[in-house]
């Protein structure tokens, strides 16, 4: 008798196939991610180059001599810690004002019933579509009025809430089942425990990463504070930064370090919350 073969196999599963799109894959992924940390490593490793080397052509990614004069010079150059401090109060007391409102007026309107429901969220997408700069003018006179220039509560109650935070969170919980609140209402728990003790925790993935969103979009926002806060002992980190930034020469080794120290904080925040920003990401739907 003739002895059978087996069939070839499917080309799609053949491992040699396989291993080499792994490879293939891989050397792409790598390959980006070079070029997107690319700036990143140019900057930290500007901050500790030497006036020479940062301008010596052509230009080398590494330093051939480490030096921390620019991080001394940033404390000496401007109030660095008052900046510091002033970018952690705006930018930290936004995301969390921002959380608490958002999260508020998303619930409403992801689970309650009530007439005009619709109409606000189409409003609320009306605000989300129009640029910042339309409505900087008179938000500006109205701060003026108020005698809310150059205070911290001057920056931060314009940011109290957000449209892209509350039609995130308001995506998120449209995903979310009724059968937890509706046994909790059955027990008799009023609105706001059922906000605060059943829906929110569910909702921690979505506020994690809005969280990060506010604090990052804050944190690195150079126009609001710049116009609200003349006065630099109210100004925050990217309006002092700028100050490096001549018509004429730019100081890039401190504006390096000083890059650097500002980028710390957020790091920090996206390293702490990570895996739970990427499952806010994906657990959000876009429903209507």
């Known amino acids: 008798m003739a002895a059978t ?13 396989v ?12 390959a ?38 620019h991080y001394r010079e940033v404390w000496q150059r401007i109030p660095f810690a008052r900046l510091y401090l002033n970018t952690i109060v705006f930018a930290g007391g936004v995301t969390v004002i921002s959380l608490l ?17 619709n109409l606000v969220f189409v409003a609320i997408l009306v605000m989300l579509m129009l640029p910042f700069q339309v409505t900087l003018i008179p938000l500006y006179d109205l701060l003026v009025s108020f005698g809310w220039t150059n205070t911290m509560q001057g920056l931060i109650v314009p940011r109290a809430t957000n449209a892209f935070g509350i039609f995130f969170l308001r995506q998120f919980l449209l995903s979310l089942p009724r059968d937890l609140e509706e046994a909790a209402r059955i027990d008799g728990a009023s609105e706001f425990t059922i906000y605060r003790r059943v829906i929110m925790p569910l909702a921690a993935p979505a506020l994690l990463t809005l969280g990060l969103f506010h604090f990052m979009y804050n944190w690195n926002d150079l126009l ?17 930064l700028a100050l490096f930034m001549g018509e004429h020469v730019v100081e890039y080794g401190i504006l390096m370090a000083a890059s650097v120290l500002a980028l ?3 790091v920090l925040f996206f390293l702490v919350i990570q895996r739970r920003f990427v499952e806010g990401i994906a657990t959000t739907g876009i429903r209507g």
């Open 19 to 30: 291993r080499a799109w792994r490879a293939v894959t891989l050397v792409v992924v790598l």
């Open 101 to 117: 409102l958002d999260s508020m007026t998303a619930y409403a309107l992801a689970r309650l019933q009530f007439r005009g429901r």
């Open 264 to 266: 710390i904080p957020v």
């Open 32 to 69: 980006i991610a070079a070029v997107m940390l690319l700036p990143l490593i140019w900057m930290v490793a500007t901050s500790f180059k030497p006036e020479t080397d940062i301008v010596k052509f052509p230009p080398g990614l590494l330093p051939d001599r480490v030096t921390l004069e």
């Open 5 to 17: 073969t087996a069939p070839p196999a499917p080309i799609g599963r053949r491992p040699g196939v």
């Open 224 to 240: 609001w504070p710049l116009i609200i806060s003349q006065d630099q002992s109210h100004q925050t980190l990217p309006a002092g």
